[in-house]
């Protein structure tokens, strides 16, 4: 039976990557950083809550690290885990590194002193293109990141490939583009748009603060995107794969596609707040996927429309319920 490690397991992609990779029958154990509170919502809300070992171990604890692999002999090891959010990057930029630069170079050292026949995959981000460098981002547009975050992202993406280089081992970086789901934090901006339209809908909220609407991303399903994390370690040689759309939209459209699907107006309610800008903002974003389709055969399954109304009637049946 394959066996795989998950870190990240109770964020937006390990849950829907648990999904797959238990459908298609695997042992799956998942890192579980302590918190008071045990958030498996996501797992639950997939029915998969009872199907995974979980394992207490944290990125910046290297021993916890060993131990989790010791106990989980993973054939793959996934690492979602990280502090993720970018706005927050500017407040704990040394927590953020250290979880999400410094926890790669963890991992990758846990399974270099344990068993370097491990394949490894890094969720890195389209967030390290940041002041693009070309108009649409491959695998070849040099990177230049805005946030603490990109650039702890950008160390774990290097140090990836470095490890590949120097020890031989199999390990791929997935240079994803911002996914989205029913299951996103509610702090990123598409959940923040469809949680506050339901709400408004149902009459529990009246208006939506938003920082700069003139952001521009590349949005896809965390469904369709996890599968490709899983194809690119069943590959012959290890890789790095741009992963996108290959469309690109401001947050006002999106925004309005949500509000249109619940028959408002979004000029009754949407809010600018200065105070939701960034430090340093990533204006653009929009990424060319030819290589994920040529050598992974894979392609984005969802369009934004069908995307974003997927996740404001989740949050309506949510807000009913509430
Ligand atoms: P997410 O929902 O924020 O999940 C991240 C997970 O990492 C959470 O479960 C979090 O646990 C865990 N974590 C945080 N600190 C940790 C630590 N010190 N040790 C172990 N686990 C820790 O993020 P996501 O959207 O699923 O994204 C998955 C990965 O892909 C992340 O690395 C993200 O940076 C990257 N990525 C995401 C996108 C996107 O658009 N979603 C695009 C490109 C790359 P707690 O919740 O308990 O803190
Ligand atoms: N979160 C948020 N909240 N963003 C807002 C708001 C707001 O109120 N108003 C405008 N925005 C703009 C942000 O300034 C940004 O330009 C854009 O909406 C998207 O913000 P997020 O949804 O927070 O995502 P992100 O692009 O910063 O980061 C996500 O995608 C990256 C991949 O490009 C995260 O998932 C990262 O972890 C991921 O690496």
């Not at 774990?156 to 470095?162: A, D, F, M, R």
Request: hydrophobic share 40%; glycine share 8%.
């Amino acid at each position: 039976m394959n066996r795989a490690l998950i870190t990240g397991i109770m964020g937006q992609d390990g849950a829907y990557l648990a999904k797959l990779l238990l459908d298609k029958g695997y042992k799956v154990y998942g890192l579980l950083a302590r918190r008071s509170t045990l958030s498996n919502w996501r797992l639950k809300y997939l029915g998969i809550e009872n199907e995974i070992q979980l394992i207490e171990g944290d990125l910046t604890d290297l021993a916890s690290l060993i131990r989790a692999i010791k106990t989980s002999k993973p054939m793959e090891i996934y690492n979602l885990g990280a502090q993720s959010f970018v706005a927050t990057s500017w407040e704990q930029p040394i927590l953020t590194a250290q979880t999400t630069g410094i926890g790669v170079l963890n991992l990758l050292e846990a399974i270099r002193l344990t068993d370097t026949s491990i394949k490894f995959y890094q969720a890195s981000t389209s967030e390290m293109f940041g002041l693009i460098q070309e108009p649409i981002q491959s695998e070849k547009t040099p990177f230049h990141p805005r946030s603490p975050y990109g650039v702890a992202k950008l160390y774990g993406h290097w140090i990836t490939i470095n490890y590949r280089e120097s020890f031989n081992m199999f390990t791929s970086c997935g240079i994803l583009f911002n996914h989205e789901s029913p299951l996103r934090g509610i702090e990123f901006v598409t959940r923040k748009v469809t949680d506050a339209v339901a709400r408004i809908k149902i009459g529990k909220q009246k208006e939506l603060r938003l920082g700069n609407i003139d952001a521009k991303r590349d949005w896809g399903f965390a469904g369709d995107y996890v599968e490709v994390m899983w194809l690119m370690l069943q590959q012959s040689k290890p890789d790095d794969y741009v992963v996108a759309t290959g469309y690109t939209t401001t947050v006002r459209e999106m925004c309005s596609i949500a509000f249109d699907h619940v028959g408002l107006d979004m000029d009754d309610h949407l809010v600018i707040d200065e105070k939701l800008y960034r430090p340093a903002e990533v204006e653009i974003l929009l990424g060319n996927p030819s290589k994920a389709k040529e050598k992974l055969g894979w392609s984005s399954k969802t369009s934004l429309k069908n995307l974003i109304t997927m996740m404001v009637d989740a949050d309506l049946e949510r807000v009913k319920k509430e």
